[in-house]
């Protein structure tokens, strides 16, 4: 009896029929600068029209482990719009527009409607974020992974004119410090997460909690909101003036703030300025967990930081709000001298 | 008791101490593009001068189980170089110079030396290929992988003007196929080879196998050649000559060729024109595994495969040995109608 690669684990043929499945998803995700016709081994892109200068922006990001609750639930078509999200915001905060995406799938035994779910929600948040799906890969590993878990990772690319890259040098002290709502916890702490609503508190996904106005799975699988329109908005509305963005993703607010403030600034932020969303509320209470690790594990209901000049704090918060995302005065930026990375952000 | 995210086992200093000596190891290999003042969130990279055109090219992939072989071994850097030789790879063969590559790195308990032994093998690729370490993400999930284990993700972006993209659409009957030696199972097929070499075989990856010269990890854990070079100096010795290319990685011969070549074309291949691989004989033998699966699971000793113009088939394959490659006539191309797409390879 001679050996084949499918009883060794590997099924191309349920490889090859998702590749069908994901280029029609991918197909409406398309940009004109996508060169479509050539290249088999690669995606091709051209570069947008008018830049004199460009630049291009790259992250990389996954999922974490909000995957855990795609596999509890069942629910794997929403999982790819964080992935987007987490990938895309990062290449957002210097200013670029997002050109394309690629997507790594890899799990143990090839689910195809599995695979396919989880690519329908990448290419939805590809479409969200105005970026193109234009590659990825899509690995069967035999033993490497749980029956029915899977990994993702992603890949996105921007361009921006090298004259305009947002880096935070012009930050100055005064300028105010735009809080932005996230949708919940987007795709950070979810170990932490699971461990207080699981093991804490004894929940399990399907239970439904009052305070959180659906199941715990509904509450944790909110996708991550992707703030392409919200900057191109905010960009259009405010430019110069808008000084720095900041993506809250893991280390929360003080650990991530920071990394767009110049040396010897910080900010000073009122957590008091808007409602904590319940879903870190009840977090807080199930673990206990005590308000400094709560500030450096979730965003506690901020997805991004919007720095700028003070005068168009106003205009800045008006243009988030026409593009649909909740945006008001979270602090301002002040001098701190030479202290530790995360000390830089005061609260109260 | 108030509950940590890191109880939760998630340890951010680890991470953080980790990123301090991915640093160190990601500068040597900038680039002049690479613009390291900025960004915190994102790798920026400019493009090179010179393009009137440019085409941004684009791949992502994996190591597949070839992680196995490090993870049996405890050898871990040089897995890193599988990792961007199989996504430049990708890239190069639209006639792409890789510019940048980012790497996701994902585990369930993070260990600082086994992440930074990874990481070493990923910039000595990058360094191979001539592309920057622009960004990556180590994300530590508990309770994804089994303990010791780790999941790696690579994406590379190249460059290329696009009236020089490479995509085989001016191959015509008649055209040289050139084969260049792979090191190796490079990182295909691995599922199938560990099936046989462990279960059929009984053998371990310490165990010495004379027709290995050697044991048989050192055998699995042979890096995949990365081919930048090489096309450089192919495609600036033989210039339009050079019609197509095509990496060969999972689906084997019959599964690439048929990626570049126009409709209607195929190829006859000689795998008699070469020695393979002894790795290919044991694994064939020790299974037994049928010729056909060995054809499209293993490269059989032809990493990579260049079409060219049939008078310019001598000049490169000089190219190719004077810049470290062996390379030979594999076979030519040849017109077989309508035929289903791993037909259109011919063998004998």
Redesign the interface.
């Known amino acids: 009896m001679?050996?084949?690669?499918r009883?060794?684990?590997?099924d191309?043929d349920a490889g090859d029929a998702l590749v069908e499945r994901i280029k029609r998803l991918a197909k409406p995700t398309r940009i004109p600068e996508v060169?479509a016709?050539?290249?088999?081994?690669?995606?091709?892109?051209?570069?947008p029209g008018g830049l004199s200068?460009?630049?291009?922006?790259?992250?990389?990001?996954?999922v974490?482990?909000k995957?855990?609750v795609a596999f509890a639930t069942g629910v794997h078509d929403t999982v790819g719009i964080d992935l987007v999200a987490m990938c895309v915001n990062?290449?957002l905060?210097?200013g670029?527009r997002p050109?394309?995406f690629?997507?790594?799938f890899?799990t143990g035994k090839l689910d195809v409607d599995v695979g396919e779910a989880v690519v329908r929600g990448i290419a939805e948040g590809c479409k969200q974020a105005g970026c193109a799906l234009?590659?990825?890969?899509t690995?069967e590993?035999?033993?490497?992974?749980a029956d029915g878990?899977y990994?993702l990772?992603g890949?996105a690319?921007?361009v921006v004119e090298?004259s305009r890259?947002l880096?935070?040098k012009r930050i100055a002290v005064g300028d105010a410090v735009i809080g932005v709502a996230s949708s919940g916890l987007h795709s950070n702490?979810f170990?932490?997460a699971?461990?207080?609503l699981e093991k804490?508190m004894g929940l399990t996904m399907s239970d439904r909690v009052a305070d959180l106005g659906g199941t715990v799975g509904e509450a944790l699988l909110t996708p991550t909101r992707i703030y392409a329109r919200a900057i191109t908005a905010l960009l259009a509305a405010c430019g110069d003036a808008v000084r720095g963005l900041?993506?809250i993703t893991?280390?929360g607010l003080p650990?991530n703030l920071p990394?767009?403030l110049p040396d010897g600034l910080g900010a000073r932020l009122d957590l008091g300025s808007y409602q904590r969303p319940a879903v870190f509320q009840v977090l807080q209470r199930g673990?206990?967990?005590?308000e400094a690790?709560m500030r450096?594990?979730f965003n506690l209901g901020v997805g991004l930081v919007a720095v700028v000049e003070k005068g168009a704090a106003d205009r800045a918060i008006e243009a988030l709000a026409k593009s649909g995302e909740q945006a008001w005065v979270l602090g301002e930026v002040l001098s701190v001298g030479d202290v530790p990375f995360e000390e830089r952000v005061l609260f109260g």
Chains 1, 2 share one sequence.
């Open positions: 001679s050996v084949t690669y009883e060794a684990g590997v191309i060169l016709d050539v290249g088999g081994f690669a995606g091709l892109c051209a570069l200068e460009p630049v291009l922006v790259s992250g990389t990001d996954g974490g482990t995957l855990k990062d290449v905060t210097v670029a050109l394309f690629l997507d790594y890899a234009i590659g990825g890969e690995a590993l035999p033993g490497m992974y878990e990994d990772a890949f690319v921007g090298r890259i880096d935070g702490g170990s932490l699971r461990r207080v804490e900041s993506h893991g280390g650990g990394r767009v673990g206990p967990v005590e690790e450096r594990t």
